[in-house]
C-alpha cells in the first residue's frame, strides 16, 4: 500500500515568488492534515479536510496560504507572495475516521521550501 | 492552550548506551501521548502511545510511561542501536466533548546520533 506522498520533497524560490505543494495521501483517507516545522523549532498544526471540506483551518497562519482538496483526493497547499519566514518543511499527514480519534496519523516525507 | 516541552538536542550516543529522551506536556483535559520518529529521508512515523494515565507504550525497545502526576512521558531505551540515529517529537492529542481528537501538538524534536 502507498504512503502518504508529497511533491516537491524541496522547493526553492525567492521572496514574492508563489509555491504550491501537493500531497498524496492513503487510499481511502478521509482525513488529511497539513502540518509545517519552522526553524527546527516544533511541528505546528496548520489544517484539517475531512473528504474536501476544511474542518479546522485555525492553524493558518494569514492569507497568504491557501489549502484546497479537489474531490476529497489529494490536496494543495499555495503560498502567494511567500515570505522569508514561510521557510521550513511542510507535512502531510492523512487517516481514516476512526484512527484520527487517537491521533494516530499517517506522515509523508514533507516538501522543504526555502525562500530567499 | 496545549503546550509539549522536550529535552533539546541534538543528543550523541554511543552504541549500547541508555538513552533517555524528556518530554513534558501541559493540556486541558485527558490528552493521549504520543512518540514520533522521523528516519532520515522518511516520513514521520507512530513509534508508540499511551491513552491514559499509567499506560506504558512500547515498540522496537523504546518504552514510555504516561505520568500525570508529572505531566510526563520520556522515552526510553536500554541499548540503542546506529539504526536508532533519528529525530524523535513527542505529541498529544486532547479529546474534544465530541468524542474526535483536536489536532497534534508536538514537541520541537530531539535529533538523537547514535556512533558505533
Known amino acids: 500500500e502507498a504512503g502518504v506522498t508529497q511533491f516537491p520533497s524541496h522547493s526553492v524560490i525567492e521572496k514574492g515568488q508563489t509555491v504550491t505543494l501537493r500531497c498524496d495521501p492513503i487510499?481511502?483517507?478521509?482525513?488529511l492534515y497539513w502540518y509545517r516545522r519552522v526553524m527546527g523549532k516544533e511541528i505546528k498544526f496548520l489544517l484539517h479536510?475531512?473528504?474536501?471540506?476544511?474542518?479546522?483551518e485555525s492553524g493558518m497562519p494569514n492569507n497568504r496560504f491557501l489549502a484546497e482538496r479537489t474531490g476529497g483526493t489529494y490536496s494543495t497547499l499555495k503560498v502567494q507572495p511567500a515570505e522569508l519566514e514561510d521557510s521550513g518543511v511542510y507535512f502531510c499527514a492523512s487517516s481514516q475516521w476512526d484512527r484520527a480519534v487517537d491521533g494516530e496519523l499517517f506522515f509523508g516525507e514533507g516538501s522543504r521550501l526555502t525562500v530567499l | 492552550g496545549n503546550s509539549v516541552t522536550q529535552m533539546e538536542g541534538p543528543v550523541t550516543l554511543s552504541e549500547e548506551a541508555f538513552l533517555t529522551i524528556n518530554c513534558t506536556y501541559t493540556?486541558?483535559?485527558?490528552?493521549?501521548l504520543f512518540w514520533y520518529v522521523q528516519y532520515p529521508g522518511e516520513g514521520l512515523q507512530l513509534l508508540l502511545k499511551?491513552?491514559?494515565?499509567?499506560d506504558k507504550g512500547s515498540n522496537k525497545g523504546f518504552e514510555a510511561t504516561y505520568r500525570k502526576e508529572t505531566t510526563s512521558f520520556h522515552l526510553e531505551k536500554g541499548s540503542v542501536q546506529v539504526s536508532d540515529s533519528a529525530v524523535y517529537f513527542c505529541a498529544l492529542s486532547d479529546r474534544l466533548l465530541s468524542g474526535s481528537a483536536r489536532q497534534l501538538t508536538f514537541g520541537s524534536g530531539t535529533q538523537l546520533t547514535v556512533l558505533p
Open positions: 487510499s481511502g483517507h478521509d482525513n
Open positions: 479536510f475531512v473528504k474536501e471540506s476544511k474542518q479546522d
Open positions: 493540556a486541558t483535559g485527558y490528552p493521549s
Open positions: 499511551a491513552t491514559k494515565a499509567d
